[in-house]
């Protein structure tokens, strides 16, 4: 059985940083890459950041490009996010999601349905 356990979320001051992480356990995630999505209240769900298991390649939101960056440990089965400068408008639950890494478009990888995998959702609120 997949799992996808977020951690590291919390309230914080604009201008302050957080690192969220993703355990990700139950099967081989060599051919998956890892995404960051993210939900505010009233909203729909947004991409954050997406990175290929295997080769480790990145992409970001261009709202969060610059400030936050998705990364991962291979031999820990764990992706991370690193937010810096922090904004109100980033409060949001965010979510770590799985999905397959070939045979994907750029657009439709930026899309909640191209996952497989999601975790149960981290809180972070930015305070102003």
């Known amino acids: 059985q997949v799992q996808l356990v977020e951690s590291g979320g919390g309230l914080v001051q604009a201008g302050g940083s957080l690192r969220l992480s993703c355990a990700a356990s139950?099967?081989?995630?060599?051919?998956?890459?890892m995404g960051w999505f993210r939900q505010a209240p009233g909203k729909e769900r947004e991409f954050i950041a997406r990175?290929?298991?295997?080769?480790?390649?990145?992409y970001h939101a261009d709202s969060v490009k610059g400030r936050f960056t998705i990364s991962r440990d291979y031999a820990k089965n764990t992706v991370y996010l690193q937010m810096n400068s922090l904004k109100p408008e980033d409060t949001a639950v965010y979510y770590c999601?799985?999905?397959?890494?070939?045979?994907?478009?750029?657009?439709?990888?930026?899309?909640?349905?191209?996952?497989?995998?999601w975790g149960q959702g981290t809180q972070v609120t930015v305070s102003s």
């Open positions: 990175i290929t298991w295997s080769t480790g390649s990145t």
């Open positions: 999601t799985a999905g397959r890494s070939e045979g994907i478009t750029y657009g439709y990888s930026r899309t909640p349905t191209a996952y497989d995998y």
């Open positions: 139950g099967r081989t995630f060599s051919r998956y890459a």
